[in-house]
C-alpha cells in the first residue's frame, strides 16, 4: 500500500516536472516566434518610411523634369537656353562669358 502511494507520488511528481518543463518551452518558444515578428514588422516599418520618402523625391523629380519638357516645346526657350548654355549668338550679337565665383 505504502509502495503504490511512492510510486503514485513520484508519477505525479513526474507529470508536473514535464508539464512545467512543456509550459515553459511553449512559452520561449512563442516569446521567440513574436520577437522574431517584431523585428521584422518593424524593418518592415523602416522599409516603408524610406520608401516613402523616395518616392516624394521621385515625384518632384518627376515635376521638374514634366516642366522641363514642357519648356522645350518653346522655341522662344531653346533658343535662349542654347544662347545662354551653348554660347550660341544671334546675328550682330557678341557674347562676353562672366566667370561665376
Given amino acids: 500500500m505504502v509502495a503504490l502511494k511512492n510510486r503514485e507520488k513520484k508519477k505525479m511528481k513526474r507529470r508536473i516536472l514535464f508539464l512545467g518543463f512543456s509550459s ?10 513574436i520577437g522574431q515578428y517584431w523585428v521584422e514588422i518593424y524593418d518592415k516599418y523602416q522599409e516603408k518610411k524610406d520608401l516613402e520618402s523616395e518616392l516624394i523625391a521621385l515625384k518632384e523629380k518627376e515635376d521638374k523634369l514634366q516642366l522641363d519638357a514642357s519648356k522645350l ?20 550679337e557678341f557674347i ?6
Avoid at 73 to 92: F, H, N, T, V
Wanted: glycine share 2%; aromatic share 14%.
Fill in 24 to 33: 515553459v518551452l511553449v512559452i520561449v518558444a512563442t516569446t521567440f516566434t
Fill in 96 to 101: 562676353l562669358k562672366i566667370p561665376e565665383n
Fill in 73 to 92: 516645346q518653346d522655341p522662344d526657350y531653346i533658343a535662349r537656353y542654347a544662347r545662354e548654355k551653348y554660347l550660341y549668338s544671334k546675328e550682330g
